[in-house]
Protein backbone atom coordinates (compact mmCIF):
# COMPACT_ATOMS: atom_id res chain seq x y z
CA UNK A 1 0.00 0.00 0.00
CA UNK A 2 1.72 3.25 -1.01
CA UNK A 3 1.83 6.08 1.18
CA UNK A 4 -0.64 9.36 1.76
CA UNK A 5 -0.03 12.49 0.79
CA UNK A 6 3.58 14.00 3.10
CA UNK A 7 3.63 17.56 4.41
CA UNK A 8 5.95 19.17 6.98
CA UNK A 9 4.87 21.11 10.03
CA UNK A 10 5.80 24.87 10.15
CA UNK A 11 8.39 25.26 12.19
CA UNK A 12 10.42 22.16 11.06
CA UNK A 13 13.35 23.91 9.51
CA UNK A 14 16.12 20.94 8.57
CA UNK A 15 16.32 20.28 5.65
CA UNK A 16 15.58 16.79 6.26
CA UNK A 17 12.57 16.38 7.43
CA UNK A 18 10.98 16.53 3.77
CA UNK A 19 13.22 14.44 2.51
CA UNK A 20 12.61 11.50 5.04
CA UNK A 21 8.77 12.87 5.23
CA UNK A 22 8.71 11.05 2.06
CA UNK A 23 11.00 8.11 2.27
CA UNK A 24 9.93 6.73 5.84
CA UNK A 25 6.61 5.56 4.93
CA UNK A 26 7.95 3.31 2.63
CA UNK A 27 9.54 1.39 4.77
CA UNK A 28 8.50 -1.83 6.04
CA UNK A 29 8.89 -0.72 9.59
CA UNK A 30 6.86 2.41 9.44
CA UNK A 31 3.49 1.43 10.92
CA UNK A 32 0.44 3.60 9.40
CA UNK A 33 0.80 2.97 5.76
CA UNK A 34 -1.47 4.37 3.48
CA UNK A 35 -2.05 7.38 5.72
CA UNK A 36 -1.31 10.69 5.16
CA UNK A 37 1.69 11.83 6.85
CA UNK A 38 3.11 15.45 8.35
CA UNK A 39 6.82 15.68 10.08
CA UNK A 40 5.50 17.57 13.47
CA UNK A 41 9.47 17.52 15.13
CA UNK A 42 12.59 16.44 13.71
CA UNK A 43 15.54 15.67 16.12
CA UNK A 44 19.04 15.26 15.31
CA UNK A 45 22.26 14.66 17.01
CA UNK A 46 26.09 13.59 15.47
CA UNK A 47 27.13 10.12 16.50
CA UNK A 48 30.83 10.21 15.06
CA UNK A 49 33.98 12.90 14.93
CA UNK A 50 33.49 12.60 11.49
CA UNK A 51 29.78 14.40 11.66
CA UNK A 52 28.71 11.88 9.02
CA UNK A 53 26.53 9.64 11.08
CA UNK A 54 23.35 10.82 13.06
CA UNK A 55 20.92 9.80 15.23
CA UNK A 56 17.32 11.53 14.26
CA UNK A 57 14.24 10.83 16.10
CA UNK A 58 11.15 11.83 13.36
CA UNK A 59 8.11 12.43 15.31
CA UNK A 60 4.95 11.83 12.55
CA UNK A 61 1.19 12.76 12.48
CA UNK A 62 -0.45 10.15 10.36
CA UNK A 63 -4.15 10.45 9.28
CA UNK A 64 -6.19 7.35 8.02
CA UNK A 65 -7.25 7.37 4.71
CA UNK A 66 -10.66 6.40 6.25
CA UNK A 67 -12.85 9.65 6.81
CA UNK A 68 -13.18 11.14 10.15
CA UNK A 69 -10.20 8.79 11.66
CA UNK A 70 -8.37 10.94 14.32
CA UNK A 71 -4.74 11.60 13.62
CA UNK A 72 -1.66 9.26 15.30
CA UNK A 73 1.51 10.55 16.33
CA UNK A 74 4.33 8.36 16.32
CA UNK A 75 7.40 9.12 16.99
CA UNK A 76 10.05 6.82 14.74
CA UNK A 77 13.83 6.31 15.40
CA UNK A 78 15.63 6.65 11.23
CA UNK A 79 19.38 6.84 11.99
CA UNK A 80 21.33 8.54 8.45
CA UNK A 81 24.23 9.30 7.31
CA UNK A 82 25.04 12.45 5.58
CA UNK A 83 27.79 12.97 2.36
CA UNK A 84 28.75 15.51 0.27
CA UNK A 85 29.47 12.67 -2.11
CA UNK A 86 27.47 9.85 -3.81
CA UNK A 87 28.57 6.46 -2.43
CA UNK A 88 27.90 3.73 -4.93
CA UNK A 89 28.35 1.17 -2.32
CA UNK A 90 25.71 2.24 -0.59
CA UNK A 91 23.04 3.27 -3.63
CA UNK A 92 20.69 0.38 -2.03
CA UNK A 93 20.36 2.34 1.48
CA UNK A 94 20.04 6.15 -0.41
CA UNK A 95 17.27 7.95 1.20
CA UNK A 96 17.67 10.50 -1.25
CA UNK A 97 19.57 13.71 -2.40
CA UNK A 98 19.58 17.15 -0.93
CA UNK A 99 20.61 20.34 -3.13
CA UNK A 100 21.88 22.35 -0.88
CA UNK A 101 22.30 22.25 3.01
CA UNK A 102 24.83 25.18 4.20
CA UNK A 103 25.56 25.96 0.50
CA UNK A 104 26.61 21.94 -0.61
CA UNK A 105 24.93 19.09 -2.12
CA UNK A 106 24.57 16.26 0.07
CA UNK A 107 23.45 12.30 -0.20
CA UNK A 108 21.68 11.30 2.67
CA UNK A 109 21.65 7.10 3.56
CA UNK A 110 19.87 4.75 5.86
CA UNK A 111 22.66 4.37 8.78
CA UNK A 112 21.80 1.02 9.68
CA UNK A 113 23.50 -0.13 5.87
CA UNK A 114 26.34 2.37 6.09
CA UNK A 115 29.68 0.90 7.98
CA UNK A 116 29.84 4.75 9.33
CA UNK A 117 27.18 4.62 11.04
CA UNK A 118 27.12 1.11 12.63
CA UNK A 119 31.12 1.57 13.87
CA UNK A 120 29.65 4.48 15.80
CA UNK A 121 27.08 2.93 17.03
CA UNK A 122 29.48 -0.09 18.50
CA UNK A 123 32.02 2.65 19.60
CA UNK A 124 29.10 4.09 21.61
CA UNK A 125 28.04 0.58 23.61
CA UNK A 126 32.12 -0.80 23.65
CA UNK A 127 33.07 2.62 25.49
CA UNK A 128 29.54 3.04 27.10
CA UNK A 129 30.02 6.92 25.91
CA UNK A 130 27.13 9.41 25.42
CA UNK A 131 25.93 11.59 22.46
CA UNK A 132 24.04 14.41 22.29
CA UNK A 133 22.19 16.78 24.88
CA UNK A 134 19.95 16.29 27.65
CA UNK A 135 17.03 16.71 25.46
CA UNK A 136 18.00 14.12 22.57
CA UNK A 137 20.78 11.66 23.11
CA UNK A 138 21.99 8.65 23.63
CA UNK A 139 24.13 6.44 25.91
CA UNK A 140 25.99 3.07 25.24
CA UNK A 141 25.99 0.36 27.93
CA UNK A 142 27.75 -2.86 27.70
CA UNK A 143 25.81 -5.53 29.67
CA UNK A 144 27.61 -6.94 32.62
CA UNK A 145 29.15 -10.20 32.36
CA UNK A 146 28.14 -10.10 28.31
CA UNK A 147 29.94 -10.46 25.56
CA UNK A 148 32.56 -7.73 24.32
CA UNK A 149 31.25 -5.08 21.27
CA UNK A 150 33.60 -5.16 19.19
CA UNK A 151 34.92 -1.52 17.48
CA UNK A 152 36.43 -3.68 14.22
CA UNK A 153 34.04 -5.17 12.29
CA UNK A 154 31.79 -6.05 9.23
CA UNK A 155 27.94 -5.67 9.36
CA UNK A 156 25.28 -6.72 7.23
CA UNK A 157 21.80 -6.00 7.42
CA UNK A 158 19.27 -8.64 7.68
CA UNK A 159 16.46 -8.44 5.70
CA UNK A 160 12.73 -10.03 6.14
CA UNK A 161 12.20 -7.96 9.23
CA UNK A 162 9.28 -5.60 9.95
CA UNK A 163 9.21 -3.76 12.94
CA UNK A 164 13.16 -3.15 13.48
CA UNK A 165 15.98 -3.35 11.56
CA UNK A 166 18.78 -5.75 12.83
CA UNK A 167 22.24 -6.29 11.29
CA UNK A 168 24.83 -8.82 11.85
CA UNK A 169 28.27 -8.29 13.51
CA UNK A 170 31.16 -10.31 12.74
CA UNK A 171 34.55 -8.81 14.43
CA UNK A 172 37.38 -8.60 12.72
CA UNK A 173 39.55 -10.84 15.06
CA UNK A 174 37.32 -13.82 14.71
CA UNK A 175 35.53 -13.56 17.73
CA UNK A 176 31.93 -14.13 18.91
CA UNK A 177 29.27 -12.41 16.15
CA UNK A 178 26.48 -10.39 17.43
CA UNK A 179 23.76 -9.02 16.58
CA UNK A 180 21.99 -5.50 17.17
CA UNK A 181 18.37 -4.45 16.84
CA UNK A 182 17.78 -0.58 15.82
CA UNK A 183 13.98 -0.15 17.47
CA UNK A 184 12.43 2.01 14.93
CA UNK A 185 9.17 2.94 16.72
CA UNK A 186 10.40 4.81 19.98
CA UNK A 187 8.21 3.94 23.21
CA UNK A 188 9.06 6.08 26.39
CA UNK A 189 10.36 3.16 29.27
CA UNK A 190 12.33 0.18 29.31
CA UNK A 191 11.47 -1.95 25.70
CA UNK A 192 10.62 -5.85 27.07
CA UNK A 193 13.58 -6.96 24.29
CA UNK A 194 16.07 -5.91 26.62
CA UNK A 195 14.70 -6.45 30.14
CA UNK A 196 13.29 -10.10 29.92
CA UNK A 197 16.55 -11.26 27.49
CA UNK A 198 19.27 -9.79 30.21
CA UNK A 199 17.15 -11.06 33.25
CA UNK A 200 17.36 -14.01 31.64
CA UNK A 201 20.86 -14.38 30.67
CA UNK A 202 21.65 -13.02 34.05
CA UNK A 203 19.69 -16.03 35.69
CA UNK A 204 21.73 -18.48 33.79
CA UNK A 205 18.99 -19.24 31.30
CA UNK A 206 20.59 -20.80 28.03
CA UNK A 207 17.73 -20.72 25.89
CA UNK A 208 18.52 -16.99 25.06
CA UNK A 209 21.14 -15.25 23.08
CA UNK A 210 23.63 -13.92 25.57
CA UNK A 211 23.31 -9.67 25.90
CA UNK A 212 26.25 -7.56 24.84
CA UNK A 213 24.96 -4.36 25.81
CA UNK A 214 22.01 -1.67 24.50
CA UNK A 215 21.64 2.20 23.87
CA UNK A 216 19.17 4.15 25.75
CA UNK A 217 17.74 7.58 24.37
CA UNK A 218 16.08 10.73 25.12
CA UNK A 219 14.02 12.53 23.09
CA UNK A 220 10.63 14.55 22.82
CA UNK A 221 7.57 12.80 23.08
CA UNK A 222 4.65 13.65 20.80
CA UNK A 223 2.89 15.54 23.78
CA UNK A 224 6.12 17.71 24.06
CA UNK A 225 7.28 15.99 27.47
CA UNK A 226 10.97 14.54 28.09
CA UNK A 227 10.77 10.61 26.84
CA UNK A 228 13.52 8.18 27.98
CA UNK A 229 13.36 4.74 26.44
CA UNK A 230 16.34 2.15 24.51
CA UNK A 231 17.33 2.27 20.92
CA UNK A 232 19.46 -0.36 20.38
CA UNK A 233 19.81 -3.62 21.65
CA UNK A 234 23.17 -5.99 20.85
CA UNK A 235 22.97 -9.90 21.45
CA UNK A 236 24.85 -12.99 20.97
CA UNK A 237 24.62 -14.00 16.71
CA UNK A 238 23.62 -17.60 16.52
CA UNK A 239 25.97 -18.72 13.51
CA UNK A 240 24.49 -22.15 11.84
CA UNK A 241 21.40 -21.89 13.70
CA UNK A 242 18.21 -22.80 12.19
CA UNK A 243 14.79 -20.99 11.92
CA UNK A 244 11.82 -23.20 13.55
CA UNK A 245 9.27 -22.25 10.64
CA UNK A 246 11.76 -23.85 8.65
CA UNK A 247 12.73 -26.29 10.27
CA UNK A 248 8.92 -27.17 10.74
CA UNK A 249 7.69 -26.58 7.12
CA UNK A 250 10.24 -28.39 5.37
CA UNK A 251 9.27 -31.56 8.17
CA UNK A 252 5.62 -31.03 6.51
CA UNK A 253 6.62 -31.00 3.23
CA UNK A 254 8.85 -33.79 3.36
CA UNK A 255 6.13 -35.76 5.26
CA UNK A 256 8.83 -36.18 8.74
CA UNK A 257 7.16 -35.84 12.05
CA UNK A 258 8.11 -33.14 14.50
CA UNK A 259 7.07 -34.48 17.61
CA UNK A 260 10.28 -34.60 19.00
CA UNK A 261 11.08 -31.21 18.16
CA UNK A 262 7.57 -30.15 19.33
CA UNK A 263 7.95 -31.49 22.66
CA UNK A 264 11.69 -29.97 23.24
CA UNK A 265 10.23 -26.79 22.35
CA UNK A 266 7.33 -27.19 24.59
CA UNK A 267 10.37 -27.98 27.46
CA UNK A 268 12.26 -25.18 26.06
CA UNK A 269 9.00 -22.32 26.61
CA UNK A 270 8.24 -24.18 29.95
CA UNK A 271 11.78 -23.29 31.23
CA UNK A 272 11.91 -19.81 30.00
CA UNK A 273 8.60 -19.02 31.90
CA UNK A 274 9.75 -20.60 35.13
CA UNK A 275 12.78 -18.40 35.17
CA UNK A 276 10.76 -15.71 34.51
CA UNK A 277 8.20 -16.16 36.74
CA UNK A 278 11.13 -16.74 39.37
CA UNK A 279 13.13 -13.87 38.64
CA UNK A 280 10.49 -10.67 37.35
CA UNK A 281 7.68 -9.42 39.20
CA UNK A 282 4.30 -11.71 39.01
CA UNK A 283 0.61 -10.72 39.84
CA UNK A 284 -1.81 -12.72 41.60
CA UNK A 285 -4.63 -13.92 39.00
CA UNK A 286 -7.97 -12.52 41.06
CA UNK A 287 -11.36 -12.12 40.13
CA UNK A 288 -10.59 -8.90 38.92
CA UNK A 289 -7.44 -9.33 36.98
CA UNK A 290 -9.25 -11.94 35.34
CA UNK A 291 -12.49 -9.93 34.78
CA UNK A 292 -9.66 -7.35 32.90
CA UNK A 293 -8.64 -10.37 30.75
CA UNK A 294 -12.09 -11.64 29.45
CA UNK A 295 -12.94 -7.88 28.83
CA UNK A 296 -10.32 -7.92 26.41
CA UNK A 297 -10.84 -11.36 24.85
CA UNK A 298 -14.79 -10.35 24.49
CA UNK A 299 -13.46 -6.41 22.92
CA UNK A 300 -12.17 -8.81 20.05
CA UNK A 301 -14.49 -11.09 19.55
CA UNK A 302 -16.88 -8.01 18.81
CA UNK A 303 -13.80 -6.24 16.75
CA UNK A 304 -13.22 -9.50 14.56
CA UNK A 305 -17.07 -10.05 14.22
CA UNK A 306 -17.32 -6.19 13.05
CA UNK A 307 -14.62 -6.81 10.55
CA UNK A 308 -15.33 -10.13 9.11
CA UNK A 309 -18.76 -10.99 8.33
CA UNK A 310 -17.90 -14.64 8.14
CA UNK A 311 -17.51 -14.59 12.03
CA UNK A 312 -21.29 -12.96 12.59
CA UNK A 313 -22.65 -16.50 12.71
CA UNK A 314 -19.72 -17.23 15.56
CA UNK A 315 -19.92 -14.16 17.33
CA UNK A 316 -22.53 -16.07 20.14
CA UNK A 317 -20.07 -18.79 20.43
CA UNK A 318 -17.01 -16.92 20.94
CA UNK A 319 -18.48 -14.66 23.83
CA UNK A 320 -19.73 -17.77 25.46
CA UNK A 321 -15.93 -19.43 25.23
CA UNK A 322 -14.23 -15.85 26.40
CA UNK A 323 -16.79 -15.23 29.18
CA UNK A 324 -15.67 -18.69 30.68
CA UNK A 325 -13.01 -16.98 31.92
CA UNK A 326 -14.37 -14.89 34.72
CA UNK A 327 -15.46 -18.02 36.06
CA UNK A 328 -11.38 -20.02 36.90
CA UNK A 329 -10.39 -20.14 39.82
CA UNK A 330 -6.79 -21.63 40.68
CA UNK A 331 -5.62 -20.50 37.73
CA UNK A 332 -1.41 -19.41 38.18
CA UNK A 333 -0.23 -16.09 38.94
CA UNK A 334 0.30 -13.57 36.34
CA UNK A 335 3.90 -13.51 34.79
CA UNK A 336 5.80 -11.53 32.22
CA UNK A 337 5.81 -13.51 29.08
CA UNK A 338 7.19 -14.30 25.26
CA UNK A 339 4.18 -11.62 24.50
CA UNK A 340 4.67 -12.86 20.58
CA UNK A 341 5.37 -16.57 20.37
CA UNK A 342 5.71 -18.56 17.28
CA UNK A 343 7.57 -20.43 15.36
CA UNK A 344 9.22 -17.63 13.59
CA UNK A 345 11.06 -16.51 16.93
CA UNK A 346 12.74 -19.77 17.72
CA UNK A 347 16.10 -20.95 16.43
CA UNK A 348 17.77 -24.38 17.01
CA UNK A 349 20.96 -24.21 17.33
CA UNK A 350 23.10 -27.86 17.68
CA UNK A 351 24.78 -26.74 20.73
CA UNK A 352 22.35 -25.54 22.69
CA UNK A 353 18.71 -26.68 21.04
CA UNK A 354 15.63 -24.13 20.89
CA UNK A 355 16.61 -20.53 21.47
CA UNK A 356 13.78 -17.85 22.05
CA UNK A 357 13.99 -14.32 20.66
CA UNK A 358 12.08 -11.10 19.81
CA UNK A 359 10.73 -11.09 23.27
CA UNK A 360 9.53 -7.21 22.58
CA UNK A 361 5.94 -8.29 22.40
CA UNK A 362 3.31 -7.48 19.69
CA UNK A 363 4.97 -4.06 18.23
CA UNK A 364 1.47 -2.36 17.65
CA UNK A 365 0.46 -2.15 21.35
CA UNK A 366 1.74 0.18 23.52
CA UNK A 367 4.57 -0.69 25.34
CA UNK A 368 3.28 0.09 28.66
CA UNK A 369 0.55 -2.79 28.31
CA UNK A 370 3.74 -5.22 26.63
CA UNK A 371 5.39 -4.97 29.84
CA UNK A 372 2.81 -5.94 31.97
CA UNK A 373 2.15 -9.32 33.38
CA UNK A 374 0.06 -11.75 31.45
CA UNK A 375 -1.01 -15.92 31.48
CA UNK A 376 1.78 -17.70 30.54
CA UNK A 377 -0.38 -19.78 28.51
CA UNK A 378 -1.25 -16.82 26.27
CA UNK A 379 2.47 -18.01 24.45
CA UNK A 380 1.78 -21.48 24.64
CA UNK A 381 -1.70 -20.63 22.41
CA UNK A 382 0.74 -18.41 19.89
CA UNK A 383 2.72 -21.37 19.43
CA UNK A 384 -0.42 -24.19 18.52
CA UNK A 385 -1.64 -21.55 16.43
CA UNK A 386 1.29 -21.05 14.44
CA UNK A 387 1.33 -25.34 14.45
CA UNK A 388 -1.47 -25.04 12.51
CA UNK A 389 0.03 -22.66 9.73
CA UNK A 390 2.91 -24.37 9.47
CA UNK A 391 1.16 -27.65 8.58
CA UNK A 392 -1.84 -25.67 6.60
CA UNK A 393 0.73 -23.34 4.30
CA UNK A 394 3.85 -26.20 4.05
CA UNK A 395 1.39 -28.68 3.14
CA UNK A 396 -0.68 -27.91 0.13
CA UNK A 397 2.51 -26.34 -1.25
CA UNK A 398 4.44 -29.33 -1.40
CA UNK A 399 1.73 -31.77 -2.30
CA UNK A 400 0.60 -33.10 1.12
CA UNK A 401 -2.81 -33.98 1.12
CA UNK A 402 -4.57 -31.50 3.45
CA UNK A 403 -5.82 -33.96 6.30
CA UNK A 404 -2.57 -35.27 6.51
CA UNK A 405 -0.65 -31.95 6.91
CA UNK A 406 -3.81 -31.29 9.33
CA UNK A 407 -2.83 -34.70 11.00
CA UNK A 408 0.78 -33.54 11.25
CA UNK A 409 -0.10 -30.36 12.91
CA UNK A 410 -2.18 -32.03 15.66
CA UNK A 411 0.75 -34.19 16.45
CA UNK A 412 2.73 -30.90 17.37
CA UNK A 413 0.00 -29.75 19.45
CA UNK A 414 0.17 -32.71 21.72
CA UNK A 415 3.70 -32.91 21.84
CA UNK A 416 4.12 -29.60 22.64
CA UNK A 417 1.62 -29.59 25.35
CA UNK A 418 3.49 -32.91 26.71
CA UNK A 419 6.73 -31.46 26.94
CA UNK A 420 5.39 -28.64 28.44
CA UNK A 421 4.00 -30.40 31.75
CA UNK A 422 7.44 -31.89 31.67
CA UNK A 423 8.54 -28.82 32.75
CA UNK A 424 5.70 -26.81 34.10
CA UNK A 425 3.80 -29.33 36.15
CA UNK A 426 0.84 -31.99 35.61
CA UNK A 427 -1.64 -29.76 37.89
CA UNK A 428 -4.79 -28.23 36.59
CA UNK A 429 -3.68 -24.93 36.37
CA UNK A 430 -0.87 -25.50 33.70
CA UNK A 431 -1.99 -28.59 32.24
CA UNK A 432 -4.75 -27.90 29.24
CA UNK A 433 -4.46 -31.50 28.70
CA UNK A 434 -6.81 -32.03 31.69
CA UNK A 435 -10.50 -31.71 30.70
CA UNK A 436 -12.44 -28.89 32.36
CA UNK A 437 -9.26 -27.52 33.57
CA UNK A 438 -8.14 -23.92 34.80
CA UNK A 439 -5.27 -24.63 32.06
CA UNK A 440 -8.09 -25.31 29.25
CA UNK A 441 -10.18 -22.75 29.73
CA UNK A 442 -7.99 -20.43 29.66
CA UNK A 443 -6.11 -21.84 26.84
CA UNK A 444 -8.83 -22.27 25.01
CA UNK A 445 -9.83 -18.39 25.39
CA UNK A 446 -6.04 -17.15 24.19
CA UNK A 447 -6.09 -19.38 21.42
CA UNK A 448 -9.47 -18.40 19.85
CA UNK A 449 -8.30 -14.89 20.89
CA UNK A 450 -5.38 -15.24 18.84
CA UNK A 451 -7.11 -16.57 15.77
CA UNK A 452 -9.90 -14.34 15.29
CA UNK A 453 -6.82 -11.85 15.19
CA UNK A 454 -5.32 -13.93 12.29
CA UNK A 455 -8.76 -13.98 10.68
CA UNK A 456 -8.92 -10.19 10.60
CA UNK A 457 -5.52 -10.31 9.01
CA UNK A 458 -6.23 -12.66 6.38
CA UNK A 459 -9.23 -10.87 5.22
CA UNK A 460 -7.33 -7.97 5.21
CA UNK A 461 -3.70 -8.55 3.73
CA UNK A 462 -4.31 -12.52 2.62
CA UNK A 463 -7.78 -13.28 1.34
CA UNK A 464 -6.63 -16.48 0.23
CA UNK A 465 -5.36 -17.55 3.45
CA UNK A 466 -8.50 -16.59 5.16
CA UNK A 467 -9.89 -20.65 5.58
CA UNK A 468 -6.74 -21.45 7.84
CA UNK A 469 -7.78 -19.16 10.84
CA UNK A 470 -11.38 -19.53 9.96
CA UNK A 471 -10.99 -23.18 10.08
CA UNK A 472 -9.50 -23.00 13.46
CA UNK A 473 -12.06 -20.30 14.71
CA UNK A 474 -14.83 -22.94 13.88
CA UNK A 475 -12.66 -25.89 15.67
CA UNK A 476 -12.02 -24.27 18.71
CA UNK A 477 -15.88 -23.43 18.97
CA UNK A 478 -17.38 -27.01 18.20
Known amino acids: MSAGPATT ?7 LAGLLADWAPRQRWFAHKGSAVRVERLERTTLDETGVAHLVALTVSTTPAESGAAPVSTVYQVPVTVRHAPDDALAHALVGHLPDVDGFPVWVYDGPHDPTF ?22 GTSADGGLGVPVEARTKVLSGEQSN ?47 AGWVDGTWTAPDGTRARGHLAHLTEFLAG ?35 LAG ?10 RLAAVADALAARVAWAAAEVPALREL ?16 APDLQRVHGDYHLGQVLHSAARGWVLLDFEGEPLR ?24 AGSSAG ?44 QVLLGALELDKALYEVVYEARNRPTWLDVPLGAVRRLLS
Not at 246 to 274: N, S
Not at 279 to 288: D, H, R, S, V
Not at 368 to 378: G, H, I, K, N
Open 9 to 15: AAGVTDP
Open 118 to 139: TRALRVLVASEEGAGDRAFGAQ
Open 165 to 211: TSLVITPDDGGPALIAKVFRVLNAGDNPDVVVQTALAAAGCERVPRP
Open 241 to 275: SEDAWRVATAAVAGGRAFDTEAAALGRATAEVHAV
Open 279 to 288: TLPTEPATPE
Open 315 to 330: AGAARERVEAVRSVTG
Open 366 to 389: PLAERSLPDLALRDVAGMLRSFDY
Open 396 to 439: PAAGVDPEAARTWALACREAFLAGYAEVAGTGPAVDARVDGSPA
